[in-house]
């Protein structure tokens, strides 16, 4: 069965601090590691990592992916209270019948002012 | 316009009840998911549907039964509803054949008393 450990389970940082959340993974037939941040409702997009050792980059956020290792980063730099979250990791398996997509436990990110 | 839309957002029903969420998405998508997210925040998916065909159908008790009236509808009906049923239910989509990434609804909020 396919299975993310997502870690911390949760933080707590000040304003203009890094965090840096970690995702593990066993997973058959790996396609891709997804990231996703989700506020009060619909968790929303952020990277999606196929490639070890390429940096994906988006303004204070950046992700890179280590498929010998089966593990990703996730890199929140000078963070800011909108930052406040919780950061969900998924992974996508490659079936016949079907992709799936197996989310870890979700990092809870709190960024006080 | 929101991409992908469910209803109702939130729900309150007693023990016993049936009850239904409609997904609608609006991506052209051909791939539509229910997945469900308990008080632990973990996501795990329910149901896949490739162009109204079920592809993917995890353990869940046969109380849910989803159906998919075409491509752009995923619904999900639930008998018999157990308190353990409380929970927050996310329809999703994706282009499968693209390998996009994958669209979330903004959650159906449902609680069972």
């Known amino acids: 069965e396919d299975k993310v450990v997502q870690s911390p389970l949760s933080l707590v940082v000040h304003e203009g601090d890094t965090v840096t959340l970690n995702c593990s993974y066993e997973v058959t037939n790996f396609r891709s590691l997804l990231w996703y941040k989700q506020e009060k409702k619909a968790p929303t997009f952020l990277f999606m990592l196929?490639?070890?050792?390429i940096e994906k980059k988006s303004g204070r956020l950046s992700s890179i992916l280590d498929k010998k290792e089966l593990f990703s980063i996730l890199n929140i730099t000078a963070t800011q209270t909108g930052d406040s979250a919780i950061y969900l990791c998924a992974v996508e398996g490659v079936r016949a019948a079907g992709n799936k997509l197996t989310f870890g436990g979700g990092t809870r990110v709190l960024v006080k002012p | 316009d929101t991409a992908v839309s469910q209803t109702p957002k939130y729900l309150v029903t007693q023990m016993g009840n049936d009850k239904s969420i409609k997904c609608e998405q609006n991506?052209?998508?051909?791939?539509m998911y229910w997945y469900k997210q308990d008080s632990k925040k973990f996501l795990k998916i329910m149901f896949s549907?490739?162009?109204?065909?079920?592809?993917i159908n995890e353990t869940v008790p046969n109380r849910f039964s989803p159906k998919s009236p075409d491509k752009a509808h995923l619904n999900l009906h639930i008998n018999s509803l157990e308190l353990g049923d409380s929970a927050v239910y996310f329809c999703?989509?994706?282009?499968?054949?693209?390998?996009?990434?994958?669209?979330f609804g903004e959650g159906s909020w449902l609680t069972v008393v």
């Open positions: 991506l052209g998508h051909d791939t």
């Open positions: 549907y490739n162009n109204k065909e079920l592809i």
């Open positions: 196929t490639s070890s050792g």
């Open positions: 999703a989509s994706r282009n499968r054949a693209s390998g996009n990434t994958i669209y």
